[in-house]
């Protein structure tokens, strides 16, 4: 005889498991297809770019010079070639390079910047530091004019044409390095705009429009992983996270939003290794690195592309120059 099957209702039990599981999944495809707002999700900028030779390069190796981006070109003056201070200046841009017009004296080690329509060349050294101060007017001047004096002699410092003013940061004179920040003005001379924590020679300094940038350099101690910024308006010491590496010789460059430090000398030798500061995570983040390490070179930013000039390799100073063109997408 057959059984005869009896059906059982679904207990409440049943319509709670179901009912969750079935949420489970729910939740599962609208995460899947709608992704949280981009104000929540992590937003990762992936840079896409690398270093390219340029064809046209230095007259010579180079390095220990000063470098500085006009409307017209690049101005390299003075630095060492082959061990030697030397005079010479030239103006470079990617398909010509032509001399200007030569230094007072030989000198590597200057600090070179852009203002007013000028060049202006303060400091720097031949068999000691130097407190002069030199200007040409650009690009119609055909001699360099001096300037009122630096109050001491400056070798080794870096010069950046900011809001506050030309300002000189770093450098020494054959002793401990400075901490002292000069303000230069060509009516008044210099004046103490600001202090650093310790004194340092060869930083890398940049500039954004609000921001002062000092990072690395040589100090008492040796290499440094110093990492300090100003604000322009009110001269206020801002402290950044340590640069990555302790380093010396190295080279900065404000670009789309993002602070530049490429290069340098540390304890090992030269580095190829660079990093960009990202302001809004406060975080270092790397950079592509060099083809070969560099040091005492030269870093501008000129007609929407990163240049990298010169400077000192495993093998000695090279007369190369290197580009890229920082274009950054979101992710």
């Known amino acids: 005889m057959a059984r005869r099957r009896i059906r059982r209702r679904p207990t409440i039990r049943f319509y709670l498991i179901t009912v969750f599981f079935i949420g489970l ?10 992704p ?18 340029v064809a046209l390069s230095l007259p010579y190796p180079m390095n220990g010079f000063g470098a500085v981006a006009t409307p017209e070109g690049v101005v390299v003056a003075g630095g060492l070639v082959a061990g030697q201070s030397v005079d010479t200046v030239y103006q ?25 329509s000028s060049l202006v060349l303060l400091g720097g050294g031949t068999v000691s530091s130097d407190n002069l101060v030199y ?5 119609e001047g055909t001699e ?26 770093g450098g020494h004179d054959y002793g401990a390095p400075w901490s002292t920040i000069w303000r230069y003005q060509a009516a008044r001379g210099a004046a103490v705009w600001a202090q650093l924590p310790m004194g340092v020679r060869y930083p890398a300094v940049s500039a954004s429009p609000t921001t002062l940038y000092v990072i690395g350099g040589e100090t008492r101690r040796g290499f440094s992983r110093q990492a300090v910024a100003f604000n322009l308006k009110n001269r206020h010491r801002i402290p950044l996270p340590p640069y990555p590496l302790a380093v010396s010789q190295a080279a900065a460059a404000w670009v789309n939003g993002r602070l530049w430090v490429v290069g340098g000398e540390t304890a090992s030798g030269p580095t190829d290794r660079a990093y960009q500061y990202d302001t809004e995570t406060r975080r270092w983040l790397p950079a592509p690195a060099l083809p070969a390490p560099r040091a005492d070179g030269a870093l501008v930013f000129f007609h929407n592309h990163l240049i990298w000039m010169g400077g000192l390799g495993i093998k000695g100073p090279s007369a190369g120059i290197l580009e890229t063109e920082p274009a950054f997408t979101g992710h």
């Open 92 to 116: 470079w841009t990617p398909s010509t390079i032509i001399s200007l017009p030569n230094l007072a004296v030989p000198i590597h080690d200057a600090a070179l910047t852009y203002r007013s």
């Open 36 to 53: 949280r707002p981009a104000a929540w999700a992590p937003h990762t900028v992936v840079p896409r770019y690398e270093w390219h030779p």
């Open 135 to 139: 200007r040409l007017r650009w690009p």
């Open 144 to 169: 360099w004019l001096s300037l009122p004096s630096l109050p001491v002699p400056v070798s080794d410092a870096v010069a950046v044409s900011t809001r506050a003013g030309l300002l000189l940061v």
């Open 25 to 34: 999944i729910g939740f599962g495809l609208i995460q899947t297809g709608h």
